[in-house]
Each structure stands twice: as structure tokens, then as C-alpha cells.
T-cell receptor, first 113, second 112 residues
Framework: AQSVTQLGSHVSVSEGALVLLRCNYS??????LFWYVQYPNQGLQLLLKYTSAATLVKGINGFEAEFKKSETSFHLTKPSAHMSDAAEYFC???????????FGTGTRLTIIP | DGGITQSPKYLFRKEGQNVTLSCEQN?????MYWYRQDPGQGLRLIYYSQIVNDFQKGDIAEGYSVSREKKESFPLTVTSAQKNPTAFYLC???????????FGSGTRLTVV
């Protein structure tokens, strides 16, 4: 079975600072990994996905994530935070192409002006 | 444009009443999912369907029911047996898991 742990339910960064949201996974097989973003009272939007191609994955809105097998991690980063990045972020994992996703509990990102 | 439509956006229900949440997709996706979201608990899977006329229970199916009579539709009924139904409900679909899910904009259900 697959699982994912997001470290830090709340993260605050200053505008212009580095954003780092942590995600560690557990999977018995090579995983498919995803990051989603959710704005208040909206559905989730796919930011980026890892599907065994390049280990550094670039997504929308300037976000990227690096798959590190040795650390079982898939942390999300953005070099410079913008006020519009304030949202909740979810990491998700799947162990097979047609297996349903398992979501983390989410990290709420606050941007300090 | 293709996507998932959930309706209504806000729904109020009296205790003891059943209510049905609509989810329609025009993406030609085979799989559809219902999640419940509560503050601090992330997304919890209620039901999912990988093909028409077939569906499986998720982690918190008690008090809920679904049907999948058409590929594009996956309605969720919240029954009176659900003890704490007030929550944000999200519907999603996928052609295959490796492509990720497409989510609807959600329905916020409040029991009054």
C-alpha cells in the first residue's frame, strides 16, 4: 500500500522568499507522485506530476519538485513566493498506472507581505 | 472546454433528509471518485467507480450511496444515516491514474 506524509500543516513565508513544502512517500513499487493546489472553496488543481521520467519536474506557476528515491521525498519548491501562492497544497501518491491516488493531509501556505 | 461540473455549489439540508450531489464530466474519463474534505483531515475517499455500472466503497462509505448508470455521471446521495454530513464534497475523474485526477469545484453541504 502507498502512503504520503506532508510535514507541516501550516507554512508561512515572506513574499519573495523561497517556498519549500515537504512530502515523503511510502511505496512498495516505483510511485507516481503529484502535487495539487487548492484555493478557498474550490476544487484541486494539478500543479505537477512525476511519472518516472525526469526526476526534476516543473509545473505551473513557477513551482517544481524533485523526486529523490534515496530519501523517499518529493518536496515542492518555488524560488520566490508571491501573494497569489497562498493556498492549500496536497501531495498524492499512486503505486500503479490504474491505482487510485492516496492524498496527504495538506499544507496551508501563508504569504507574509 | 472539457471538465467536471458539480452542482449545486452550496446545499442546505435538514436533519433526517437524503440529498443528492451531482457530478457530471465531459472528459470521456472512465474512472470517477467522490471525496469528503473536512478542515485538517485532507481528502477522504467515499466511493469510486472505474467503469459504468460498477463502483467500490472507499474509506468512509457508511451513510453514502452512489450510482454509475452513465459514463459521464456519478451522483452521490448523502443519506440520513450519515451522522455528520456537513462537509465539502469533491468529485474527480481520471482516464488513468498516471495522468492524475481532474477535480470539480466542489459542493459545500450544510445540515441545518
Amino acid at each position: 500500500a502507498q502512503s504520503v506524509t506532508q510535514l507541516g500543516s501550516h507554512v508561512s513565508v515572506s513574499e519573495g522568499a523561497l517556498v519549500l513544502l515537504r512530502c515523503n512517500y511510502s511505496s512498495s513499487v516505483p510511485p507516481y507522485l503529484f502535487w495539487y493546489v487548492q484555493y478557498p472553496n474550490q476544487g484541486l488543481q494539478l500543479l505537477l506530476k512525476y511519472t518516472s521520467a525526469a526526476t526534476l519536474v516543473k509545473g505551473i506557476n513557477g513551482f517544481e519538485a524533485e523526486f529523490k528515491k534515496s530519501e523517499t521525498s518529493f518536496h515542492l519548491t518555488k524560488p520566490s513566493a508571491h501573494m497569489s501562492d497562498a493556498a492549500e497544497y496536497f501531495c498524492a501518491v499512486s503505486g500503479a498506472l490504474f491505482e487510485k491516488l492516496t492524498f496527504g493531509t495538506g499544507t496551508r501556505l501563508t504569504i507574509i507581505p | 472546454d472539457g471538465g467536471i461540473t458539480q452542482s449545486p455549489k452550496y446545499l442546505f439540508r435538514k436533519e433526517g433528509q437524503n440529498v443528492t450531489l451531482s457530478c457530471e464530466q465531459n472528459l470521456n474519463h472512465d474512472a470517477m471518485y467522490w471525496y469528503r474534505q473536512d478542515p485538517g483531515q485532507g481528502l477522504r475517499l467515499i466511493y469510486y467507480s472505474q467503469i459504468v455500472n460498477d463502483f467500490q466503497k472507499g474509506d468512509i462509505a457508511e451513510g453514502y450511496s452512489v450510482s454509475r448508470e452513465k459514463k459521464e455521471s456519478f451522483p452521490l446521495t448523502v443519506t440520513s444515516a450519515q451522522k455528520n454530513p456537513t462537509a465539502f464534497y469533491l468529485c474527480a475523474s481520471s482516464i488513468r491514474t498516471g495522468d492524475g485526477y481532474t477535480f470539480g469545484s466542489g459542493t459545500r453541504l450544510t445540515v441545518v
